[in-house]
């Protein structure tokens, strides 16, 4: 049996397993409520901000909250598309799905944000690189919180360039059962089952989907015929959720998510290719991530929660008959508390210890941690957070970090002043630390500080919503290749992000996004991989009684450097603009058609040098509800 056909061997026999674990589930379903008026009527609250639960108007930091309903507005298939018009973010991805993934946050190129999936960190511990977004599925998605600033003072190592938060559908998500089938470009098929539940003081939810496709050629054919062929692309995600109340003060959870995925790419630049390539080039990925825990009442005035996570990671990446392994184990074990010490005064304080295993290659590490934060809330519209944090780890050293953060709101003029500052830091990775012949024993973490300053502003009785924020960052003792890893640059990125959203009726919503970053690297170099100027554009619409949707952006990217060898010779990749479509109906109550139009004018462009990107493209299916 050949790579790829063992592959859709697993992703069936997976889903089937799965669909037999919901049949046994199965309870009586009630229908789903699909009013767009529902979203936007709720007050949006922010958890990862604090580690607590607070309403979005009294967080100081910036952040975007999105609903399932908004993550569904534009039928991406995968949360990497979902998330392009956030301010602030750049995407990058070197073909289709499953391919190598990057972000820049706020001109932080190499400077990666911590990723939680259901809270639990879920970068490769053998390389550090973060979970691609690229392999999951929107659908899986109930709510996703991006964070940016420093904030390792709340969540330590790695989150120099913010948090994007991803929780799945869980056992509050809508009762019943769902599925979900499409079809679409490069011979695409997605399908997906789930369920949520309860029964006594269970609740449940168990959900799988499916991705297989031909995919497209990521990099032009004219370099040969190794480059000429389509790069299939399948996945198969599995995620389930228990949740177990024995009484008002004291709950049981634990959550799973596994991913399995199989990718083929083209063999690179020609240039660094001697010959003809001698076999297929492919990458998979097989990822657990699960946690399970309790959360309990100590007091009246305490809340307590005792969680265990797990993180296996194995990869594999196969080219010219030489494969690349990256492999880890993470365990990590946190204890967080949540105190009311004083009218106004939350105190919100943790410990954690995490151990890391590099399966691929030698070397292990520990990190023992304590964080506390104090939130305080004044009645005139006041609110102030001071926090810090202290990490000991085995094979870097210990460091400690801060944050702290305003918010004002101006009741009279229906604005909001907010602002932070903070220090975060990145860790070097096993390979920069323990490699036989490139790493270096005594490298020291990348620390940087940050700051924002922001003001949001409402019109016409609320439903015109203006923000704009002012950002900077530097980072110091970067970690750069000369043979071996060492500390020996910094970088310095400072800008401004811009978002208005006009909700002219209950039909009609529109919004509008930019941000402008100008970041440089060594002093003087402009930096790599930074497009000054992303923006972006859109517009819904609902009609026919809410039965059908429509929904249009556009986004707009300036040019940019894509290696050094660009930069030397002045060479930019050319910026680039995608317009997207997407459309629903409401057949029945349980029954909704979608379809979605990427890349609507056919654009032509690469967001990493040498890689194309899709062309013109249509997805469309049914989703129903059981």
């Not at 399908?191 to 989907?209: A, C, I, N, P, Q």
């Amino acid at each position: 049996m050949n790579q790829i056909s063992e592959y859709k061997y697993k992703s069936a026999s997976g889903l089937f397993f799965a669909g037999l674990g919901l049949a046994c589930l199965a309870a009586p379903a009630r229908s789903q409520e699909n009013t767009s008026e529902a979203f936007f009527e709720l007050e949006a609250f922010s958890i990862t901000a604090n580690r607590i639960e607070i309403p979005v108007q009294q967080v100081g930091s910036t952040v975007d909250v999105l609903d399932a309903y908004e993550l569904q507005n534009g039928q991406e298939i995968f949360l990497v598309d979902a998330l392009r018009e956030i301010p602030g973010l750049v995407m990058r991805n070197n073909g289709g799905p499953g391919g190598t993934f990057g972000i820049t946050t706020r001109g932080l190129s190499s400077n990666r944000p911590t990723v939680l999936l259901n809270g639990i960190e879920v970068s490769n511990p053998s390389n550090g690189q973060i979970l691609n977004l690229g392999n999951v599925f929107t659908g899986a998605a109930s709510r996703v919180e991006v964070l940016r600033g420093p904030q390792s003072s709340l969540y330590g190592a790695d989150a120099l360039a913010g948090v994007i938060a991803v929780d799945t559908l869980g056992p509050d998500s809508a009762a019943g059962g769902r599925a979900l089938l499409g079809y679409g470009s490069f011979d695409t098929l997605n399908y997906g089952l789930g369920h949520t539940g309860s029964r006594g003081g269970l609740s449940w939810s168990v959900d799988g989907f499916v991705q297989e496709s031909e995919g497209f050629s990521a990099q032009t054919p004219a370099y040969g015929e190794a480059w000429a062929d389509d790069d299939a692309y399948d996945n198969t995600t599995l995620s389930g959720a228990l949740k177990y109340a024995l009484s008002e003060e004291l709950s049981l959870h634990a959550s799973a998510v596994h991913l399995d995925t199989y990718s083929e790419f083209d063999p690179g630049d020609p240039a660094w290719v001697w010959g003809e390539p001698a076999s297929d080039q492919y990458a998979t990925t097989e990822q657990l991530f699960a946690r399970i825990g309790s959360d309990f009442r100590i007091r009246d005035n305490w809340n307590s929660s005792v969680n265990i996570s797990y993180s296996d990671v194995d990869t594999l990446s196969y080219a010219n008959a030489s494969p690349y392994y990256a492999s880890g184990k993470r365990y990590k074990y946190d204890w967080i508390n949540s105190l009311d010490a004083a009218e106004g005064w939350q105190l919100v304080a943790g410990l954690e210890y995490e151990s890391e295993e590099n399966l691929s290659d030698v070397g292990n590490r520990n990190d023992a941690s304590a964080f506390v934060e104090n939130v305080f809330s004044f009645g005139d519209g006041l609110d102030l957070t001071l926090g810090a944090r202290y990490d000991d780890n085995s094979a870097y050293g210990d460091e400690t970090t801060y944050r702290a953060t305003f918010s004002y709101r101006i009741e009279g003029l229906d604005a909001r002043v907010r602002g932070s500052v903070g220090s975060s830091f990145q860790a070097p990775s096993f390979y920069q630390l323990f490699n036989e012949w490139y790493g270096n024993r005594s490298l020291k973490p990348e620390t940087g500080k940050g700051w924002d300053l922001g003001v949001e502003k409402t019109l016409l009785d609320g439903k015109l919503q203006l923000s704009s924020t002012a950002f900077g960052n530097k980072v110091n003792d970067k970690i750069d290749w000369d043979g071996i890893y060492r500390n020996v640059s910094e970088f310095k990125s400072v800008g401004i992000e811009n978002a208005a959203r006009l909700y002219v009726n209950d039909s009609l919503r529109l919004k509008a996004a930019y941000t402008y970053s100008d970041a440089e690297e060594a002093t003087d170099l402009e930096a790599l991989r930074v497009p000054r100027s992303v923006g972006s554009i859109g517009a819904n619409w609902t009609g026919i009684g809410g039965k059908l949707g429509l929904n249009i952006d556009a986004l707009f990217v300036s040019s940019q450097y894509g290696d050094s060898g660009s930069r030397s010779s002045g060479t930019k990749l050319e910026g680039y603009e995608v317009v997207n479509f997407a459309a629903t109906f409401q057949v029945t109550e349980t029954s909704t058609l979608w379809i979605r139009v990427g890349n609507v004018l056919d654009t032509e462009y690469e967001e990493i040098a040498g890689y194309q990107t899709p062309g013109a493209n249509v997805h469309a299916g049914v989703r129903m509800n059981f």
